[in-house]
């Protein structure tokens, strides 16, 4: 018998959804115009920004491959980005004995503080007791004696402050326990924990957000957790470099909306 046509393939439908755009927020720092954020996260390859050319990194690992150099002299610039490896996986600092407070209910400001260990980024070591300075506004800066503005960008050198480890820059405010530091760990495997528990958003008190920048001593990795992320909102996340010229993103775009559960840990090479 003759064969009989198959029935046509329909289309499937689309389960990603266009955001609201983004409204611009900055204070006093020049910004791009707003763009639709994707409402979810993507398996997109991550990015890396440099010099403003997007230029594709492999992510098609899953576990990351070690460190070409661990040693504290001179060594690899840049990082490749791996989703969800279980040796970054959440670390309580405000359960942790030992554990310190700071930045508790406080809009802006800063946190001066020091290294507990060696530690080198984006190729430049670090010794312990280098500054650290901690922003409620979910990021740090290892600039010494850089500004901490409320909003920002990576890359972005004009705004004064570079070498920023940005997990939720938006202008926040901390409540509860505020911003617990943690070392945990043995030498020389040590972790330093810097977790914002509970903050919200400077324009809404019906946020709750969870997350913490962890510091990798022997690999040099630097990891980003969230842990509950109610009405989370669209922030800068990313790593930028010493001269603001050159940024590395996890989540496919500067500023994404940043899921609950999520984590992504920046591999030194």
Known sequence: PAATDAPAATDAPDARTDAPAV???????????????????????PVVV?????????????????????????GPAGYRVVRDDPAGAWVDAC?????????????????????????RYWGRPL??????????NGYVTLQPGAPTPANGIVPYHPDGVDAVLAAMWRDLNTRG????????GDAPARRWVIQWSDARYFTSIFGHLNFE??????????????GAMTLSEPATVGLENWEGSRAT??????????FSNTRARFVPQ
Do not use: K, M, W
């Open 249 to 258: 993103f996890p989540f496919t775009i500067p500023q994404p909306i940043v």
């Open 127 to 136: 010794s312990e007791g280098a500054p650290v300075t901690i922003s409620p």
């Open 23 to 45: 409204t611009d927020v900055a204070q006093g720092v020049d910004r791009p115009a707003a763009v639709d954020v994707p409402s979810e996260l993507t398996d997109d390859v």
């Open 177 to 184: 326990p505020g911003v617990c530091l943690a070392v945990v």
């Open 50 to 74: 440099d010099a403003g050319a997007d230029v594709a990194v492999d992510a098609a690992v899953d576990v990351p491959a070690p460190p070409v150099d661990s040693g504290f002299g001179p």
């Open 213 to 226: 920048i962890v510091l990798n001593e022997s690999s040099d990795a630097v990891d980003f957790n969230y």
């Open 95 to 119: 359960a942790q004995p030992g554990h310190q407070t700071v930045l508790v209910g406080v809009d802006d400001g800063e946190l001066r503080t020091t290294l507990p260990f060696r530690f």
